[in-house]
């Protein structure tokens, strides 16, 4: 059994919270010099990657800056920090619920993305976290959509990562989330909901295959309802993309709020935060892999469209 080779640690410090760009030059090619494969390769724009090693901003393994004329190698790693995209702030707060030695617990709201990823990088929770907390290695131990809030477990030790990621996908995660939809006494509850759900990279909405195998399933109670808005508990025993969202749409109550299902809407202005999507994680419950111990948090927040209709709706 061949083993993977190892990949040196950064040697470059994070910048606000989020980790430096790291390529892997390939086996074979016909580049003379690094900064042939670079400028091949990343589309950074004319001249960017010449500033770049002129400027001394990509280094090797060891930290050293990549001379704009050194000699291409195969198979070694180079680093660099992207600028990021301007983004608007999230105005906010991560409520840090529980932290020890190895995990962070925290409440994120609406509109915060979890991790660093295309036009979100600074305005995500792993990267404000890194920075708030001062822990550099902080990572996630599983994700929850940008448009929705609540409970995120993130690790603080890498090495430990990967024991609290395996409780999720092995389904040894107890998860709760609240929504509001519309309510429709026609549809009865409580009830499961199975179907088979796919969703392909680059296409903003997943769709259900009718016929096919499930490989999704959702369980919805409804409790309570007034003025024609139901109050419902979504418990997942999967975890497919947008799964929560597809099975209360296929109920024919898509979640208030909800800029894709049933109808995928034009992008809104980056600084809009209004309308957030109205699904939340309210409970996370599990047995520490590392310590053993049986923790349930509880999210402390609310959904606007049920507590203030009209404020949630301006």
């Known amino acids: 059994m061949r083993r993977k080779p190892r990949i040196p640690p950064a040697p470059l410090p ?12 390939p086996p074979e090619g016909a580049w003379a010099t690094v900064r042939d494969h670079l400028v091949e390769r990343l589309a950074a724009g004319d001249g960017v990657i010449d500033a770049m090693l002129r400027g001394g ?12 004329d050194a000699p291409y190698a195969p198979g070694s790693f180079v680093w660099f920090h992207r600028d990021p995209p301007a983004e608007v702030p999230v105005p906010f707060a991560l409520d840090v619920i529980h932290r020890d030695d190895h995990i962070v617990v925290v409440d994120k709201p609406h509109f915060l993305a979890t991790m660093p990823r295309g ?6 929770a792993l990267a404000r976290l890194r920075t708030e907390l001062g822990i550099p290695t902080l990572g996630a131990a599983h994700r929850l959509d940008r448009l929705t809030a609540g409970l ?5 030790r890498p090495e430990e990562r990967g024991a609290y990621q395996t409780l999720f996908r092995d389904r ?16 009865p509850f409580p009830r499961t909901v199975r179907s088979h759900i796919e969703k392909e990279r680059g296409v903003i909405a997943a769709y259900e295959i009718e016929g096919a195998e499930p490989n999704s399933e959702s369980h919805v109670e409804l409790i309570e309802h007034r003025a024609g ?30 800029p ?25 419950e599990f047995t520490d892999p590392i310590t053993g111990v049986a923790h349930r948090f509880v999210s402390g927040r609310t959904l606007g469209a049920w507590s203030a209709y009209d404020d949630w709706n301006q």
């Open 14 to 25: 994070q910048r606000d919270g989020v980790d430096p760009v790291r390529v892997k030059l």
């Open 57 to 68: 901003e990509i280094v090797g393994a060891d930290g050293t800056p990549i001379a704009p």
């Open 119 to 124: 036009s979100h990088v600074t305005q995500t």
């Open 152 to 156: 995120l477990l993130c690790t603080v």
């Open 172 to 187: 040894r995660v107890h998860k709760e989330y609240e929504a509001v939809a519309a309510y429709d006494p026609q549809v």
């Open 229 to 258: 808005l139901g109050r419902y508990r979504l418990t997942p025993h999967t975890g497919r993309t947008h799964q929560l969202r597809v099975h209360m749409n296929a109920l024919g109550l898509p979640i208030l709020g909800d």
């Open 260 to 284: 894709v299902y049933p109808v995928v809407t034009g992008p809104a202005p980056p600084d809009d935060f209004r309308r957030p999507l109205q699904l939340l994680a309210r409970i996370l």
